[in-house]
């Protein structure tokens, strides 16, 4: 690639929509205070990176440190999920999602989240798009989680181990 010239490295100049929303930029994604997870079950946690009100998504980091069923639940829209550390699978299917696995999870499917006895820790970042709707074997409604449920549980959290109930703001759109 030729070098830069420097009409190149001219950033843009026009004033950007005041409508705009704020970008988000999360250094240390992977947080190494563990205030900042979210807990969600025992052994199991959240990192939120964005909370998007306006649209009704959320896209963070599930960590997992126990074996066992996390899960079962269904999606109306698409999720998409990347592994970053160890692995896991639905039980409803026979692929194993490992460490640099992307997943895409069409609309209207049911899956049981698993972690195997062999993994110490997982950590997926995933997009979930909508409402993720709880339910058992049978596809009865046992619960839901949407972007609002999300922020109150970060506000609840945030709040309890000292770094205010606004802390979640910043990932907020």
């Given at each position: 690639?030729p070098?830069?010239?420097?009409s190149?490295?001219t950033?843009?100049?026009?004033?950007f929509p005041?409508?705009?929303?704020k970008e988000?930029?999360?250094?240390?994604a992977?947080?190494?205070?563990?205030?900042?997870?979210v807990?969600?079950?025992?052994n199991?946690?959240?990192?939120?990176?964005?909370?998007?009100?306006?649209?009704?998504?959320?896209?963070?980091?599930?960590?997992v440190r126990?074996s066992?069923?996390l899960?079962?639940h269904?999606?109306p829209?698409?999720?998409h999920?990347?592994?970053?550390?160890?692995h896991?699978?639905?039980?409803e299917h026979?692929?194993?999602a490992?460490?640099?696995?992307?997943?895409?999870?069409?609309?209207?499917?049911?899956?049981t989240?698993?972690?195997p006895e062999d993994?110490?820790?997982?950590?997926?970042y995933?997009?979930?798009?909508?409402?993720m709707f709880?339910?058992d074997?049978y596809?009865n409604?046992?619960?839901?989680?949407?972007?609002?449920?999300?922020i109150?549980?970060?506000r609840?959290?945030?709040?309890?181990v000292?770094?205010g109930?606004?802390y979640?703001d910043?990932f907020i759109?």
């Open positions: 690639m070098e830069a010239n420097r190149d490295l950033p843009y100049q026009l004033p005041k409508e705009a929303q988000i930029v999360v250094p240390f992977i947080p190494t205070d563990e205030r900042v997870w807990p969600q079950a025992e199991v946690s959240f990192r939120p990176l964005c909370l998007n009100a306006s649209q009704g998504y959320w896209m963070n980091l599930l960590r126990r066992g069923v899960s079962r269904r999606h829209q698409a999720v999920g990347m592994v970053l550390k160890g896991w699978r639905y039980l026979d692929w194993v490992t460490e640099g696995s992307y997943v895409y999870e069409p609309p209207g499917e049911t899956h989240l698993y972690v993994v110490e820790e997982m950590i997926t995933f997009q979930v798009n909508g409402v709880y339910c074997p596809g409604y046992t619960g839901y989680e949407d972007v609002f449920t999300k109150d549980m970060c609840k959290h945030y709040t309890a000292g770094l109930e606004d979640v910043q759109r």
